[in-house]
């Protein structure tokens, strides 16, 4: 009955495991989640009573597709002194989470076989995006020696006459690395040599940074604003504003394409809730000052479980930059034998291994194979001190009695 388009559907492995994680707690196990992606603080509270606000007084219908003429003027007035351009509110579009953002970015420009660079390791939604637009993902395999970024010549080897995007993601999801100003000049030089490749910047992260004293991550467009008419530049409220479940993301680009993923949205979503656009309006004109509070806690909640994963024999933390995440070297641990329920289990892949983990340990983490690296688990710190303390506690107990 279904179609190749549907056979070709995963669900989101990190949804899925947050999700039997999440069955095993109601069946009254203990469990401890570090996988999901999301603040565990509350959205700001003058963004709650925007929201509110917009209720009360009716403003719930239908908006334009790409969103309300007052929230694309904020976000074109927030891409342009983030990224050192100016942007108009045409430039910009609205909807339904940056995920679907990128969605309707995808299916706005790409043709069947039209190949997208992925720098592994990446976000695990990434693939299965470009297969939905019937386009090839083409996996620029980094590693360790460059930090998990994308280096020149690794994307000069990936481009080929059917390449028609890069997609880059600084701070990255899972790494946590932020490319910096020199790397992404170094990058636009190659870009340089092939102008019809789009390159599509995810920056969901991008005030997440820990170093930063309220600038955003360096962007490739500050490195070479020359490439304007090429980028498509990826942003929303769910991680800077604490909103994951308002489902609000935007883009700037050029016009062509802007218009294009707007009609895209006409034609699926209609557009993204009104209440959450008044809502993510009030994050885009006061959110900075608890912004700054959140990178604090963020750096604090780093130190305290880096700390703790540091008492685990075995484990190397990738000392992430930014974003909420840890990407933990496991792979001195790969081939071990843990005891699941009394029988031994070989670990010859991170998904074994996490799998062991959470059913003898009731700990929850995201093997990094669904990142397309193996070797490594990525470890959401977006959690109260004690509750990684619980966990880092079981991962040791854990990886102890590894034979
Ligand atoms: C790298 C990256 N891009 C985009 C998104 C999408 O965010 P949202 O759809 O909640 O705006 C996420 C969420 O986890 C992410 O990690």
Redesign the pocket.
């Known amino acids: 009955m279904l179609s190749k388009r549907a056979q070709l559907l995963k669900p989101s492995p ?1 949804l899925m495991l947050a999700a039997k994680a999440a069955e095993m707690k109601a069946s009254g196990l203990d469990v401890v989640s570090l996988t ?3 603040p565990d603080w509350g959205t700001y509270e003058p963004i709650r009573e925007a929201a509110i606000a917009a209720i009360r007084e009716g403003r719930t219908k239908y908006t334009p597709p790409a969103g309300i003429p007052e929230l694309r003027k904020a976000v074109a007035a927030q891409v342009s002194a983030d990224l050192g351009i100016p942007y108009e509110p045409a430039d910009i579009t609205v909807s ?7 969605f309707s970015a995808l299916q706005a420009i790409i043709d069947p076989g039209d190949e997208v660079i992925l720098v592994a390791p ?2 695990a ?2 693939t299965t995006m470009v297969e939905l637009a019937e386009g090839a993902p083409k996996i620029a395999a980094c590693d360790a020696a460059s930090n998990f970024k994308l280096t020149p010549e690794l994307l000069r080897r990936a481009l080929t006459p059917k390449t028609k995007a890069v997609l880059l ?1 600084s701070p ?3 790494t946590g690395m932020i490319y910096s100003n020199e790397e992404l000049r170094a990058l636009a030089a190659v870009l340089k040599d092939h102008p019809r490749v789009v390159i599509i910047s ?1 920056d ?2 991008n005030r997440l940074v820990f170093a930063s004293k309220g600038e955003v991550a360096p962007h490739i467009l500050r490195a070479a604003p020359e490439l304007r008419d090429r980028v498509v530049a ?6 800077s504003y604490a ?2 479940g308002w ?3 935007w883009a700037a680009g050029p016009r062509e394409i802007i218009n294009a993923m707007s009609n895209y949205q006409s034609q699926s979503v209609s557009c993204a809730s009104a209440i959450s656009q008044y809502a993510a309006l009030e994050g885009l004109r006061l959110g900075e000052t608890d912004i700054a509070k959140t990178r604090q806690l963020l750096a604090q909640r780093y130190d305290f479980i880096a700390g703790e994963l540091a008492k685990i024999p075995g484990l190397k933390v990738c000392e992430p930059q930014g ?1 909420f995440y840890i990407w933990l070297d496991v792979s001195a641990h790969m081939g071990k034998t843990a005891s699941v329920g009394g029988r031994p289990v070989k670990l010859t892949t991170t998904t074994e291994m996490a799998e062991a983990l959470l059913e003898e340990r009731q700990v929850a983490v995201v093997p990094g194979i669904e990142f397309g690296l193996d070797g490594y688990f990525r470890l959401s710190f977006a959690l109260e001190n004690s509750k990684a303390k619980i966990a880092c506690d079981r991962m040791k107990a854990f990886f102890e009695s590894l034979k």
């Open positions: 990190i999901i992606g999301e339904t989470g940056a995920k679907f953002v990128l990446f976000w939604s990434y993601n990255s999801n899972p995810d969901i992260y990826l942003n929303g409220a769910s991680k909103m994951t489902r609000l993301g974003a």
